[in-house]
């Protein structure tokens, strides 16, 4: 008999009762201070090929090490005398209220991960009151994300299948199970080229070899969750072993184009926004195609290796749509200062991937909910030593160094905060 994911909320009285050294889990949680602990216990609990699949990027990595540089070379700049009584976080992004400036970025196979996969990852999301993306190659159903979560905030990721009423049906059912926002996923017409997961012989699903067995047994918990949880009924998976490469060759489009875009656009009457835009000129084309929103994004160096930071982008996206389009920033966050640093770039949103990734790893639900609270913890922080009382104070008054300074004139706050 496989076992049904329980919500761990509800036994959460009962844990009242366990001391904290018996909740191993939890224990673990509570010794991580920031994202990079959750990462160093992801890296203990997980088998090798998903953790590198997770931490790796394209080639030699090196956008995704830039994705990290960018960010420590900005400088923040404190505010003595600006005292703050109280900090409020709280922000709008695609029509909706986000208790914290963040949301969960789509990310596939996460069951990979950990076997609460999605489920862990948008109850996290809901409870923090921040947005949850379902990726395309999601493990679990667009359905059984929304009832796992009825109150959640939740966007959709497009990947365009070769077969367009395939998308389409994802199309009609993500509308019907009340996801309001469409991201779609421009920058993987094909995958980057990913030495980690060849060198793994990562395959989805799982091959059996003597070095998994061996893994196995320095990782029994990860494999039990793995093998005694529902498998994915998501139709999108292949049942044979097959390479991450190949899968996205056979059912990606390769051919994604503008004109598919405006078809997405034509087919899809909510919120719109392209993830994966990286120059002025794509930018301001995907706007003229009826984008509500842009994604900023590298892929967190998955895909085009050398492709530019975010951070570096950002500038000349913003320049192109000027100030009203929302702009969400990804790649490279790992900490709330990160999230305030993009913030005060230019950019009214970000998503985090592998941060929420290594959480999920190292706990499930409990993991993502602990680096929530973190970053939480980290935006409060600097935000109340930067003067900042709202999101709206946060402008690029308050950083130098950027790698590229916003543009004149399309900077936001128009002001400085009023004392
Ligand atoms: C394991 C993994 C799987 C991902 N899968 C998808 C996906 O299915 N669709 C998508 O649009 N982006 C996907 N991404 C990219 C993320 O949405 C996001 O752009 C990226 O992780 C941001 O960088 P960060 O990991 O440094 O935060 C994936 C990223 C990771 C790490
Ligand atoms: O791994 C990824 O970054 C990604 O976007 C993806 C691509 C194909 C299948 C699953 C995830």
Redesign the pocket.
């Known amino acids: 008999m496989k076992r049904r994911l329980p919500d761990w909320s509800e036994l959460r009285p009962l844990m009242t009762f366990v001391p904290p050294r018996l909740d191993r889990v939890a224990a673990r949680l509570e010794s991580a201070a920031d994202v990079w602990d959750l990462r160093r216990i992801a890296k203990r609990v997980t088998p090798a090929a998903p953790f590198d ?2 931490d790796g990027g394209a080639l030699a990595e090196r956008t995704l090490r830039r ?1 990290r540089e960018v960010f420590a070379e900005v400088e923040l700049l404190p505010r003595i005398l600006h005292g703050v009584d109280s900090v409020d976080t709280s922000t709008t992004i695609a029509g909706s209220r986000a208790a914290l400036p963040f949301g969960i ?5 996460t069951r990979l991960m950990h076997a609460e996969g999605e489920i862990g990852g948008v109850r996290a999301a809901t409870r923090a009151r921040i947005p949850f993306t379902l ?3 999601g493990t679990r159903s667009l359905e059984e994300v929304a009832q796992a979560a009825p109150d959640s905030t939740r966007w959709f ?1 497009l ?1 365009l299948w070769k077969d367009r009423e395939r998308s389409l049906d994802l199309l009609r059912r993500a509308e019907a199970a009340g996801y309001d926002t469409l ?1 779609v ?1 421009v920058d ?1 017409p094909i995958t980057g080229l990913r030495l980690r997961d060849a060198r793994n012989g990562l395959a989805i699903p799982p091959r059996l070899t003597l070095s998994t067995i061996l893994d196995a047994s320095y990782r029994p918990g990860w494999w039990f969750n793995f093998l005694t949880t529902d498998p994915p009924k998501y139709a999108s998976l292949s049942t044979t072993s097959t390479t991450l490469a190949e899968l996205t060759a056979s059912m990606f489009d390769p051919t994604l184009g503008f004109d598919d875009l405006r078809w997405i656009r034509e087919q899809w009457s909510g919120r719109l926004f392209v ?1 994966g835009v990286l120059t002025a000129e794509d930018a301001r084309q995907s706007a003229s195609l009826g984008a509500d929103g842009l994604i900023v ?1 590298n ?2 160096g ?1 895909q085009l290796d050398q492709a530019p930071p975010s951070l570096t982008a950002l500038s000349e996206v913003r320049e192109a749509v000027g100030e009203d389009m929302e702009i969400i920033l ?4 790992m900490s709330g200062t990160d999230v305030v640093t993009a913030l005060c770039a230019g950019a009214d949103f970000v ?5 929420y ?1 290594y959480g999920l790893m190292a706990g499930g639900r409990r993991g993502v909910e602990r680096v929530i609270e973190l970053l939480s913890a980290e935006i409060r922080t600097a935000m109340g030593l930067m003067g900042a009382a709202t999101i709206a104070d946060l402008g690029p008054h308050l950083v130098r160094g950027l790698p590229v300074p916003p543009p004149a004139g399309v900077v936001r706050p128009s002001s400085e905060p009023q004392r």
């Open positions: 699949y997770v994705n970025a789509p990310t596939g196979y990726s395309t190659m990721q990947y991201l996923t993987t993830k994004s892929h967190g998955r990804d790649s490279g966050i998503l985090i991937g592998r941060a990734l």
